[in-house]
């Protein structure tokens, strides 16, 4: 009987040694009080938050002093520490102590014995301050990461796209420039002969000019695909630059015999700089119909409509469509299946589509190739502010 007395009272001392390290390693200002209001347990972190000893014996409420902040109604200390109930601390309230005021969050709990009598309390406080200091401390460093992270993307596919830009400009400017070491060279072996014939010198000299003005054509066209010009978004009719363009191509239309149909609401407008945007449609409507060249019956049809905040203007031809071998990489700069194309006209299109907050697509619709150009829609109230 002794000896079970003893294993339980020994397990009863170990439980509670248990307990005690756990409050006294707890990161959070622990304090247990009597009936009175009187310290009987404070942890090392109850002793740092307050500011005090905190001995066994302490009235808490001579040492505690909180007060409401942040617009709040005047804190009730007495209601708070007589509660008989779980009381959280209100929200921004600060603990006032020698070493200057700071903010806690927290609770007084009832402690209670068997037959549900009032034994005592436990005050649990954390500094608000702290606590948000290290949430924001991990915020930053999160978001440190995610702007590393993007800058290392954003950085790879700089040098993708320098890469395969460098590859296709040394592919187009290849061309020319052979061409014209090859034609200088026919011109120099043709004057050395003793009675050269000047009319074939003139003509490996006009070549030469010829291929030196595709490699400037090419210089140009990249130049303005890399330094585009800021975009002067304002009111813009969809349906009227449309219309614009196709006044333009009119003679083309009419010497390939292509018929086009048209299907546009009463001015959809959008917010889009005037002059890009014509020059979108006009690559658009060019690629159609130089896709249509070999089609018997060539037809394009132009469909303007709106798409939750946008309009889209459809651009469909009756042609091959698109390429499966170009398709993956449409908008890629120098990415062309046209013989002598540079390939910018569509990645140029598409950088000036988004610039204006839109975006330009291009996919394989049944009988032909359809681009979607799509730009944030105006209300006509809005725009006539």
Not at 19 to 32: F, L, T
Not at 245 to 260: E, N
Request: glycine share 8%; with cysteine.
């Amino acid at each position: 009987m002794q000896d079970s007395r003893r294993q339980a009272q020994r397990a009863l001392l170990d439980e509670r040694a248990w307990a005690g390290g756990v409050v006294q390693a707890a990161s959070e200002a622990i304090v247990a009080l009597d009936g009175q209001g009187r310290v009987t347990l404070a942890n090392p972190a109850a002793r740092t938050t307050l500011a005090h000893g905190l001995t066994p014996g302490t009235d808490l409420r001579a040492v505690t002093t909180f007060r409401a902040t942040l617009s709040q109604a005047p804190f009730d200390a007495a209601t708070f520490w007589d509660s008989q109930a779980p009381t959280v601390l209100p929200a921004g309230l600060t603990l006032v102590r020698e070493s200057g005021p700071v903010q806690v969050e927290g609770a007084l709990t009832p402690l209670r014995g068997a037959q549900g009598e009032l034994r005592g309390r436990v005050l649990i406080l954390r500094e608000a301050g702290a606590l948000q200091r290290r949430m924001l401390g991990h915020l930053e460093e999160g978001e440190r990461r995610v702007r590393e992270h993007e800058e290392m993307l954003a950085h790879v596919s700089r040098l993708s796209t320098l890469g395969e830009m460098g590859a296709g400009l040394a592919h187009e400017l290849n061309q020319p420039l052979t061409a014209i070491v090859s034609y200088s060279q026919a011109a120099a072996r043709l004057l050395d002969d003793p009675e050269p014939d000047l009319s074939r010198v003139r003509y490996a000299v006009t070549a030469s000019v010829t291929q030196a003005g595709r490699a400037t054509q090419i210089i140009a066209r990249l130049r303005q695909w890399v330094r585009r010009a800021p975009s002067r978004a304002r009111a813009t009719d969809l349906a009227q630059a449309t219309q614009n363009v196709l006044t333009l191509c009119r003679a083309d239309l009419s010497r390939q015999g292509v018929q086009v149909r048209t299907a546009f609401p009463d001015t959809p407008l959008v917010q889009a700089d005037p002059v890009q945007l014509e020059q979108i449609i006009l690559n658009l409507l060019r690629n159609a119909l130089e896709a249509l060249h070999r089609t018997p019956a060539p037809l394009i049809t132009l469909n303007v409509e709106g798409v939750g905040e946008t309009w889209a203007l459809t651009v469909l031809d009756n042609g091959p469509g698109i390429a499966p071998a170009v398709a993956p990489r449409l908008f890629t700069p120098f990415t062309t299946s046209k013989d002598g194309g540079l390939g910018l006209g569509l990645s140029l299109s598409q950088t000036l589509a988004q610039s204006m907050g839109g975006d330009l697509r291009g996919e394989n619709a049944a009988g032909g190739a359809l681009f979607t150009l799509s730009l944030p829609r105006l209300a006509l109230e809005a725009a006539s502010d």
